[in-house]
Nanobody
Framework: QVQLVESGGGSVQAGGSLRLSCAAS????????MGWYAQAPGKERELVAN???????KYAESAKGRFTISRDGAKNTVYLQMNSLKPEDTAVYSC?????????WGQGTQVTVFS
């Protein structure tokens, strides 16, 4: 059973930064995609950024220029560096891993941005 453990959430003032980490229980290059999703109160979960096994990256429009997804194969960890945070970034951020039609989720980490 794949396990994904997120860390790094918290409360930060607008304009600040946070780095989220997602530690996987197995080699991250086993997955076709790994990524980060955000679910704000009353809204559906949405893709923030993902990276495929080949290193191609996709960002949500709202994340472009502010967030950076990266990975460390030696640590089996995927990161989301979030800069210039805005109150509208407030959400539960969840790590996701996919192999073909199978996917796994972390427990989520709360990010709160206050003005």
């Amino acid at each position: 059973q794949v396990q994904l453990v997120e860390s790094g959430g918290g409360s930060v003032q607008a304009g600040g930064s946070l780095r989220l980490s997602c530690a996987a229980s197995e080699n991250i290059f086993n997955f076709n995609y790994m990524g980060w999703y955000a679910q704000a109160p009353g809204k559906e979960r949405e893709l923030v950024a993902n990276i495929n096994v080949g290193g191609s990256i996709k960002y949500a429009e709202s994340a472009k220029g502010r967030f950076t997804i990266s990975r460390d194969g030696a640590k089996n960890t995927v990161y989301l560096q979030m800069n210039s945070l805005k109150p509208e970034d407030t959400a539960v951020y969840s790590c996701n891993a996919q192999i073909l039609r199978r996917q796994w989720w972390g427990q989520g980490t709360q990010v709160t941005v206050f003005s």
